[in-house]
């Protein structure tokens, strides 16, 4: 299976289906972690041709998303002496993902890249698009750049080892674009339906569809971000630590229901509907605030925020959207309240 991805500067393809040979020009990075590269370099490097290959393992986890492991990348490429006719390869989870298209973005000003994407939400979402980047100690992703890949091979080998907690993960990015664009998908999601490939395959079609109208979210692709405003803030509050992200995201569309519903847009009876599919698939749904004006105040460092307006996505029943930016603080204080501790 094949779907294309077509920017304003590139086009490419992602291919769902076993990972194929692979022959790659000038010297080449494979960028991973320990625990993918424990379970998984053989299979790739056995289909893997190239004229010098090196492997940059990175630590793995949220916490190590930030500027100290980007550097350590770049002194590796550096001491290997890459060029511009190099290509790194990112091979693992979303964070190697963003961490490996930023290096590739940085390095001399811009070479190749790949994904190669082993965890269910990295799959359907963060491999495809070209978004890049960092945390810091202001919130997450500030830092980084939009920067489309050569080429994205997904291969459901890869959730052979994947933990179910990961994989839930995954399914609130699903879920996530089910609501927003396709309310047939979202059925057959909650009626345990598709097969994984077929999951795969659609959530790649609506992030594809997406991206080729609006690379670098000046409308549409805002849409994406559904849940993320409050997930982004909760990953925040509590380091990175507690929650992977798409178990944040799945909170997060919780809280940006409860806003949906109380602006009339999302019915009660649509948002219980919702939070029954985030548990069946063991999703996190409740989170306790301890500070509501500390949460609120957290919301002006997402970079979605402009002039000094908060923009919320939320849903306009199941399978549409709303983008709004003009919020009353006091009904938005209001839906915070629900989460109070």
Do not use: C, W
């Not at 001399?108 to 963060?126: A, E, H, Y």
């Amino acid at each position: 299976m094949k779907v294309n991805v077509q920017t304003p500067n590139k086009k490419y393809e992602i291919l769902i289906s076993k990972l194929p040979e692979i022959e790659i020009e000038g010297k080449t990075a494979i960028i991973t972690n320990p625990k993918v590269s424990g379970l998984h370099i053989n299979y790739l490097t056995n289909r893997l041709r190239a004229k010098e290959l090196h492997i940059i393992t990175l630590p793995d986890g949220e916490e190590y998303k930030n500027i100290e492991s980007i550097n350590y990348a770049l002194e590796r490429l550096f001491d290997a002496k890459f060029d511009r006719n190099s290509t790194l390869i990112a091979f693992g989870g979303g964070v190697i993902g963003d961490m490996t298209g930023f290096a590739a973005s940085i390095f001399l000003r811009g070479i190749k890249f790949i994904q190669i994407p082993t965890t269910l939400l990295s799959m359907v979402d963060s491999s495809v698009g070209g978004k890049t980047g960092i945390n810091n100690k202001y919130g997450k992703n500030l830092i980084g750049s939009f920067y489309q890949p050569e080429a994205v091979f997904i291969d459901t080998h890869f959730l052979s080892t994947l933990d179910k907690r990961e994989f839930a993960a995954g399914m609130a990015e699903v879920i996530k674009m089910a609501i927003m664009f396709d309310r047939e998908f979202f059925e057959n999601i909650k009626n345990n339906n598709l097969a994984i490939e077929e999951i795969i395959k659609r959530s790649v079609e609506i992030k594809a569809e997406v991206v080729n109208q609006d690379e670098k979210e000046k409308g549409i692709r805002s849409v994406l971000n559904y849940g993320h405003t409050f997930a982004h803030v909760i990953e925040n509050e509590t380091k990175y630590k507690k929650y992977l992200h798409g178990e944040a995201v799945a909170i997060g569309m919780i809280m940006a229901n409860e806003l949906s519903v109380e602006l009339g847009y999302l019915t009660k009876t649509e948002a219980e509907d919702i939070k029954k599919v985030l548990k069946e698939y063991n999703l996190p749904t409740d989170y306790e605030i301890k500070d509501i004006n500390s949460f609120y105040e957290h919301f002006f460092l997402d970079k979605k925020t402009a002039d000094n307006k908060i923009k919320f996505i939320i849903p306009n029943h199941i399978g549409e959207y709303k983008i709004i930016n003009n919020i009353d603080k006091k009904i938005i204080l209001n839906v915070l309240r629900k989460f109070e501790k």
